[in-house]
Nanobody
Framework: QVQLVESGGGLVQAGDSLRLSCAASGRTFSTRAAAWFRQVPGKEREFVAVTSSSGGRTEYADSVKGRFTISRDNGKNTLYLQMNSLKPEDTAVYYC??????????????????????WGQGAQVTVSS
């Protein structure tokens, strides 16, 4: 069992930066891929970024590529999302997630919320124009 707790959300202005953190419990975290998703009311949860268990491989949604950076510190059991050049359309609740044990770096899979076993409670990020 893995418990995930996000922190670092808040209200910022367009162009600002923000870093989200996701603290994980247990030893499973360091052995699984992990990701960030986001969701706005009335829409489906949207893939943002994913990293391999070691952090050596990362993939991003086109909408955030070049602005967001996903990273992890397995010694601290923590996942991060550095968000730069924020835009109003980045406003959403951001969720961290830990992948299933059988996980493949195929876009149609890693971008699907169904490939993740554990989820945090979410952190609100609001970007004003």
């Amino acid at each position: 069992q893995v418990q995930l707790v996000e922190s670092g959300g808040g209200l910022v202005q367009a162009g600002d930066s923000l870093r989200l953190s996701c603290a994980a419990s247990g030893r499973t975290f360091s052995t699984r891929a992990a990701a960030w998703f986001r969701q706005v009311p009335g829409k489906e949860r949207e893939f943002v970024a994913v990293t391999s268990s070691s952090g050596g491989r990362t993939e991003y949604a086109d909408s955030v590529k070049g602005r967001f950076t996903i990273s992890r510190d397995n010694g601290k059991n923590t996942l991060y999302l550095q968000m730069n050049s924020l835009k109003p359309e980045d406003t959403a609740v951001y969720y961290c997630a830990v992948a299933r044990s059988s996980f493949y770096f195929i876009r149609s899979l890693y971008s699907s919320s169904g490939e993740y076993d554990y989820w945090g409670q979410g952190a609100q990020v609001t970007v004003s124009s």
